[in-house]
């Protein structure tokens, strides 16, 4: 583990990189390494193993299914579980944010996964993903920010220059800088977004034109600055962003009015 993450830093390195500046998929592979490096970490992930395959061989006793098709696997992947059968073979995708889980939730998470239709291990699982256990397993395993280098820069505008002249002018410079991305997908109504579990902010690509004016990128980065500043409040299994707190944070944004007539101009 340790063998790899290092060559790939230094790959990154060669090419006056950094990891963050790897695709987000890749990314996240690499932030995954970084916590399996640390030899307790990798002994956790083990007895979650342990225990998962304990508790899968439990609840299927009784079914048809093959154990001997069943693949697990344990990642720092984008969702919370996901599960694929095709020839005959299951692949269940567990994230990594769960390894240190009660058997208790392990065994609702199973159920989820197994189950056809949204149930009650359903509702049970993604209210254990906003408990205080589970966000601070995913504060471990994502570690420190990192910022990236290259892929921060567009064609006409670079997002590392503009975070610094907005954490200087509004944070203080307390900010820390997360990875600054233009979005791969050009989708048309995501303006932007902030991902806590991977210290992403991405900003959407279609701005990164010739005709898109400065101050619309400067607010839509300065929306995802906020976010990071301010968290995600969860109460009673929900998220909550955008509280009063930060309604009230966005408009002391210079020339707010206008940024915001630019962002209905967009609708």
Known sequence: MLHLKNEIEQLCDQHQGTPADLGTPTFRQYIWLRFLSNAKHLSLHMKGLQSFDRIIKHQTSGRKNDLSLLQLRIEYCGYLYQRKTS?????????????????????????????????????????????????????????????????CKGKYYNLDQMFQNLNWRYFKKKL?????????????????????????????????????????????????MLHQFF????????????????????????????AENLIKLLH
């Open 231 to 258: 968290g995600i409040e969860h109460r009673n299994g929900r998220r909550f962003a955008h509280t009063p707190a930060f309604h009230q944070a966005e408009k002391t944004f210079r020339d707010y009015k206008e």
């Open 176 to 224: 820390p800088q997360p990875r600054l991305v233009w979005s791969s997908s050009r989708a048309k109504r995501r303006l932007g977004y902030y991902h806590p579990e991977i210290h992403t902010i991405a900003i959407n690509k279609n701005f990164d034109a010739e005709d898109i004016p400065l101050l619309l990128i400067e607010y839509i980065l300065f929306h995802e």
């Open 87 to 151: 020839h005959g073979k299951t692949a269940l995708l567990i994230n990594e944010g769960f390894i240190d889980a009660s058997d208790s939730i392990k065994q609702k998470l199973i159920s989820a996964a197994y189950a056809k239709r949204k149930n009650k291990a359903s509702d049970a699982i993604k209210s254990y993903a906003t408990s205080d256990a589970y966000l601070k397993m995913g504060e471990l395993i994502a570690g420190d920010p990192i910022a990236n280098h290259l892929s």
